[in-house]
């Protein structure tokens, strides 16, 4: 069964220091997104991604945040200069044109 | 403010039981309605989908959807240990193709063997 998928699955890094994370969505999916979600809180919708630009974003994804679909198959995130509260886990997922699939995840630690 | 509300629970039920979820949004022009299972430290998992009122029924689970009520409900018949995760709900805000979903907090399933 097809399935999307997340690398790394986890990431360490230092404050103020750059990270991407990377997805593959499922390959006949047209709607690409991401979403986190903070240790006990809930999933929080980030940002959609269509046609190769943005066509939604939550108040959380401000100008430390970007997304690429850089090829074919891969769609990232890059937080440009992370911060203590971007620790959470964040979760790729894509739809063709209705039920959303969501990857396995990445966490994010921020030291 | 778009809010989704579960009860947190847990809910606890014994196996072989039916577990009844509850949801409730505030948003009438929400579209489209999931319930999702997650696993602690785990992903959601896609479990029902349901856009218009009344009962959808898959496998041992069922969805229910009132809209003027704004409530939806997930009942699962012959719980089983397994079933035991984290359940959410959540609402789309869209009605073009993609999905910008609200989720609630979950609800907590315990299935006692």
Known sequence: EPEVTQTPSHQVTQMGQEVILRCVPISNHLYFYWYRQILGQKVEFLVSFYNNEISEKSEIFDDQFSVERPDGSNFTLKIRSTKLEDSAMYFCASSLNGELFFGEGSRLTVL | ?113
């Open chain 2, 1 to 113: 403010q778009k809010e989704v509300e579960q009860n947190s629970g847990p809910l606890s039920v014994p196996e072989g039981a039916i577990a009844s979820l509850n949801c409730t949004y505030s948003d009438r022009v929400s579209q489209s309605f999931f319930w999702y299972r997650q696993y602690s430290g785990k992903s959601p998992e896609l479990i029902m989908s349901i856009y218009s009122n009344g009962d959808k029924e898959d496998g041992r689970f069922t969805a229910q959807l009132n809209k003027a009520s704004q409530y939806v409900s997930l009942l699962i018949r012959d719980s089983q240990p397994s079933d035991s995760a984290t359940y959410l709900c959540a609402v789309n805000l869209m009605n073009t193709g993609f999905q910008k979903l609200v989720f609630g907090t979950g609800t907590r399933l315990l299935v006692s063997p």
